[in-house]
């Protein structure tokens, strides 16, 4: 198993950028479908983005398609996650995941084995 430590979250205006990164302890990190989810207050735990162990599928879901880049450095065992144009609804706990099994990057939840502990994105003027 991997354990995995979210960080980066805060406070950021709308309109604002933030960036998260998950820092990975597998040594076969590189063979690690990852994903990144979300659970804001009230409401169930949503899929946000995911990323392939070869990074060359990246799904993201429509709310964040075009204002989100997930991205990972096999080199360095860091998954990151780019938050641009961050609205008040994208306030949520972040959280990144990753299954070892996975040969694609899978937009569901239960797909994954490995979770981390959250971080806090707070989007608020």
């Known amino acids: 198993q991997v354990q995995l430590e979210e960080s980066g979250g805060g406070l950021v205006q709308p309109g604002g950028s933030l960036r998260i990164s998950c820092a990975a302890s597998?040594?076969?990190?590189?063979?690690?479908?990852m994903g990144w989810f979300r659970q804001a207050p009230g409401k169930e735990r949503e899929f946000v983005a995911a990323i392939s162990w070869s990074g060359d599928s990246t799904p993201y879901a429509n709310s964040v398609k075009g204002r989100f880049t997930i991205s990972r450095d096999n080199a360095k065992n860091t998954l990151s996650l780019q938050m641009n144009s961050l609205k008040p609804e994208d306030t949520a706990i972040y959280y990144c995941?990753?299954?070892?099994?996975?040969?694609?990057?899978?937009?569901?939840?239960?797909?994954?084995?490995?979770w981390g502990q959250g971080t806090q994105v707070t989007v608020s003027s």
């Open positions: 995941a990753a299954d070892e099994s996975l040969v694609a990057a899978s937009m569901r939840e239960t797909d994954y084995e490995c």
């Open positions: 597998a040594r076969r990190f590189r063979t690690y479908a």
